[in-house]
Nanobody
Framework: QVQLVESGGGLVQAGGSLRLSCGASGSIVKIYDMGWFRQAPGKQRELVARITRVNITNYADSVKGRFTISRDNAKNTVYLQMNSLKPEDTAVYYC??????????????WGKGTLVTVSS
């Protein structure tokens, strides 16, 4: 199994910044894509940003120019730098990883989420 643990969430004023981190642990052979999703109250979970193993990135239109995703393959960690935060960015942010482990093979894993609250 793979465990994903997020950190860095919290309360911030509009216009502020936060940096989320997500570390993966377990019997990992290789991690392919990693990403961040978010779910606001009463809404469906949506993709925020995704990054491949070779650092090709894609972003939701709503966060382009404000958020930056990055990763450290040696540490099995993905980051999300969030700048110019808006109240509509308020959500639980989930880490996601596409990983290969012995026996089970390639599967998708999720963290438990970290809450980001942006006050106006």
């Amino acid at each position: 199994q793979v465990q994903l643990v997020e950190s860095g969430g919290g309360l911030v004023q509009a216009g502020g910044s936060l940096r989320l981190s997500c570390g993966a642990s377990g019997s990992i052979v290789k991690i392919y894509d990693m990403g961040w999703f978010r779910q606001a109250p009463g809404k469906q979970r949506e993709l925020v940003a995704r990054i491949t193993r070779v650092n090709i990135t894609n972003y939701a239109d709503s966060v382009k120019g404000r958020f930056t995703i990055s990763r450290d393959n040696a540490k099995n960690t993905v980051y999300l730098q969030m700048n110019s935060l808006k109240p509509e960015d308020t959500a639980v942010y989930y880490c996601n990883a596409d990983a290969f482990i012995p026996v089970a093979g390639r599967m998708e894993y999720w963290g438990k989420g970290t809450l980001v609250t942006v006050s106006s």
